[in-house]
């Protein structure tokens, strides 16, 4: 399964009502439509600068381990419903004992697409090769710095140059299984957005498949609190036009929001015309050791399909197809509003 295709044609669909016909037809036929986010460990290895692991209030909160055995009723209450399974979503699952397990289980049910969102520090050749070979389809490396001393200073424990080790050693997979892909997740702000200027002459020898640049979002009281992108604004049609030109050249998938002007600089909404989350509290389901899909949903009581029924959640999808824009916006924080450039 191509992974990015189905993300560009969901943006190629510019109607909210179709989307939400095919979402109904896929639920009433009981195919396959989640996204599952699954934070397995509540922890990290690093204290970046932009995320919540260096807010003091946030770490708290965030504890937790999903015990080994309850690995095979998460798999039975959604993997089957699942399209595409990211182990990791904001916290470090490297930290975790049992992603073989995870990939394990969802070999066993087919779920057709796993990527590992990872800063991977904690990754040794030997894993990699081990989560290759297991079904893991992409790795998705997250990086907030070009250089050396930015990609330290806002990646806090973190090495730079186990980093690029890393890339090596993914690099060397790839020439062995063909169908492995490598993905970077840069996190841009105002202090290290110029950097992209020299992404490829740094790392453009690892055969990285898909490129996402982010802006900065605010996800709590974090160390680095420049949320602003004013002093980039006028920059970015430039430096992001050079590097999508680059990305196309070496056949490099890119995503990346075409604006960057905010309508309030603490949350990630941009000025633009797509719609392209509005699916996204309908699709994304999002497990931790304290949470799974709902607030109202407890995976140990009841099944899926259970759920479903009790909450009335086929006639939920099916209304959606004839409401405005309007009052679905309150859901919307675009957070998937980028331009998909297939390479």
């Given at each position: 399964m191509n992974f990015y295709k189905i993300l560009k044609a969901n943006q190629l669909i510019k109607n909210h009502r179709v989307k939400f016909l095919g979402l109904w037809l896929f639920n009433m036929l009981n195919k396959r439509y989640l996204s599952i986010q699954f934070d397995p460990v509540l922890a990290c290895n690093f204290k970046c600068k932009m995320?919540?692991?260096?807010?003091?209030?946030?770490?708290?909160?965030?504890?937790?381990?999903?015990?080994?055995?309850?690995?095979?009723?998460?798999?039975?209450?959604?993997?089957?419903?699942?399209?595409?399974?990211?182990?990791?979503?904001?916290?470090?699952?490297?930290?975790?004992?049992?992603?073989?397990?995870?990939?394990?289980?969802?070999?066993?049910?087919?779920?057709?697409?796993?990527?590992?969102?990872?800063?991977?520090?904690?990754?040794?050749?030997?894993?990699?090769?081990?989560?290759?070979?297991?079904?893991?389809?992409?790795?998705?490396?997250?990086?907030?710095?070009?250089?050396?001393?930015?990609?330290?200073?806002?990646?806090?424990?973190?090495s730079y140059e186990k980093f690029r080790e890393v890339l090596q050693y993914i690099t060397e997979e790839k020439a062995t299984n063909k169908d492995f892909k490598l993905r970077i997740n840069y996190t841009f702000n105002e202090d290290n957005f110029e950097e992209l200027n020299d992404f490829f002459e740094i790392f453009g020898n690892y055969k990285i498949d898909t490129i996402q640049l982010r802006p900065i979002d605010k996800i709590g009281n974090t160390e680095y609190n420049n949320f602003s992108l004013k002093k980039i604004e006028n920059r970015y049609a430039e430096v992001i036009g050079l590097f999508k030109a680059e990305a196309e050249k070496r056949g490099i998938n890119l995503l990346a929001p075409n604006k960057i002007i905010r309508e309030d600089v603490t949350i990630n909404t941009l000025k633009n015309k797509a719609d392209n989350s509005y699916l996204l509290h309908y699709v994304n389901c999002y497990i931790s050791p304290d949470y799974f899909w709902k607030d109202n949903y407890d995976f140990r009581q009841q099944s899926f399909s259970e759920w479903k029924k009790e909450n009335n959640w086929h006639a939920q999808l099916f209304r959606n197809i004839f409401i405005s824009k309007r009052k679905l916006q309150n859901l919307n924080r675009n957070i998937l509003n980028y331009t998909v450039d297939l390479n």
């Open positions: 995320c919540y692991f260096t807010d003091k209030e946030a770490l708290k909160k965030l504890k937790g381990i999903v015990k080994k055995e309850d690995l095979e009723l998460i798999a039975d209450r959604v993997f089957k419903n699942t399209l595409v399974l990211q182990i990791g979503c904001g916290a470090e699952p490297t930290l975790f004992k049992h992603n073989l397990e995870i990939l394990e289980l969802a070999k066993k049910y087919k779920v057709p697409y796993i990527k590992m969102v990872t800063n991977g520090n904690l990754l040794s050749k030997q894993d990699i090769e081990t989560y290759s070979n297991n079904g893991l389809n992409e790795i998705i490396l997250s990086m907030h710095g070009v250089h050396q001393s930015s990609y330290e200073n806002f990646m806090a424990r973190g």
